[in-house]
């Protein structure tokens, strides 16, 4: 006689038994678990001793006690990993066969699964898992249970706000709280998003609101300052344009220079102690930069136009002492330098000379009057831009 025993595939921690005797005339009647059939076979039978007995029909008797193991003690163990629910984020559960992963699987809700798959978007609850073979067989069965965790409230870390790099006067708001599973939204100056970064604001006190996809709200106030009051300590020297020559300034660091390390001026970028050449007259922006290239300030400079009247000679005078035109000499408005005049007559004699624009010719040579008639004069001198210019001519002297 033979017993046949192995884990029934469709029903978990049960096993089927197959009586197997010698072949016999008689009819036997197997009794087992208080079960009698002709066959001897039993399905369903759970783990334990039971009395096996075998009546023939010619009345011979046999008793014999047969136990049913736990083919479970054989299946690889099972771990798991679970994360619970927390505020609105949904819980989740992994299974480990460990070097089994590959030749068992899980039925879980009708279908099949692998062991390297997660089981997400659970809410709290009871959850049944059933561990198959590779005959598709029932290995084992796992309950686990995952409970709603509490959800925490919204905390603000650190509200970070600083100067816009490219936006003079304006500021970044950076807000950073602490790590939550549900998805915030920050709303500050009416604009929204799931960053909490705000660029382009201008100085003042904001309403920072900041709402969770789980219900929870919070707000808080948000100052942002004016940057600009905290300006790089510069001076600068002018060069006012004369004439043909263009207007020039430099900076100069004085005090704290807040890391002031160039000049931007139109599309040209200078370091901080460069001459800046070429100013038009006029409004001149200027933006003073850090090695970064951001912002530290703006300044604007009106360029005045320092005066450059030309030197004009008239061409006759009467130094007859009366007041008017009694000195042969140019427009006093000018403002010649290294100015020099020299008067001839016409055998190329010279009879006066001076080096200052406001010393003119009285019509005298030596102390006496000369005669009336023309006289031949040269100058000399540079305009405050620094051309050089030679003037000849020839003026009437009446008396």
Request: hydrophobic share 35%; net charge negative.
């Amino acid at each position: 006689m033979d017993v046949q025993m192995q884990a029934e595939c469709n029903v978990y921690r049960q096993a089927s038994v197959k009586v197997i005797t010698q072949d016999h005339p008689d009819t036997y009647t197997y009794t087992l678990n208080n079960v009698s059939n002709n066959t001897g076979i039993y399905d369903f039978l759970t783990p334990g001793t039971y009395t096996l007995i075998i009546n023939s029909s010619g009345g011979d008797h046999k008793e014999q006690q047969v136990t049913v193991p736990d083919f479970t003690l054989s299946n690889p163990a099972i771990t798991f990993t679970k994360i619970n629910p927390l505020c609105d984020a949904k819980g989740s559960i992994k299974l480990d066969a460990g070097v089994a992963n590959t030749t068992y699987s899980i039925r879980y809700n009708g279908q099949i699964f692998k062991f390297d798959h997660t089981f997400a978007g659970l809410i709290a609850g009871s959850y049944h898992f059933t561990i198959l073979n590779q005959n598709g067989c029932i290995a084992d069965e796992k309950d686990y249970t995952l409970q709603q965790d509490i959800c925490p409230p919204i905390t603000i870390n650190e509200v970070q706000i600083q100067a816009e790099c490219n936006a003079y006067g304006q500021a970044s708001v950076k807000v950073i709280t602490q790590d939550h599973p549900d998805t915030y939204t920050y709303t500050l100056n009416n604009a929204n998003n799931s960053t909490g970064v705000f660029n382009f604001l201008m100085p003042g006190t904001y309403t920072l609101v900041i709402n969770s996809s789980g219900g929870d709200h919070k707000e808080q106030q948000v100052t942002v300052p004016d940057f600009t009051l905290d300006k790089p300590g510069l001076i600068y020297k002018v060069k006012a344009p004369v004439c043909k020559l263009l207007g020039e300034i430099k900076f100069t660091i004085s005090g704290d220079g807040k890391g002031a390390v160039k000049v931007k001026h139109d599309n040209d970028v200078f370091s901080i102690d460069q001459t800046i050449k070429d100013l038009l007259p006029g409004p001149n922006h200027f933006t003073i930069l850090n090695q970064q290239g951001c912002i530290l300030d703006e300044i604007d400079i009106d360029i005045i136009q320092d005066q450059c009247e030309p030197v004009v000679f008239p061409n006759a005078f009467t130094p007859n002492g009366d007041g008017v035109n009694d000195v042969f000499r140019p427009n006093q408005e000018s403002n010649p330098l290294n100015f020099k005049l020299v008067i001839y007559n016409r055998w190329g004699n010279q009879l006066f000379q001076s080096r200052s624009l406001f010393q003119g010719w009285d019509g005298t040579y030596k102390g006496s009057v000369v005669a009336s008639g023309v006289y031949y004069w040269i100058a000399t001198y540079n305009m405050p831009d620094g051309t050089s210019s030679h003037q000849s001519g020839s003026v009437t002297l009446i008396r």
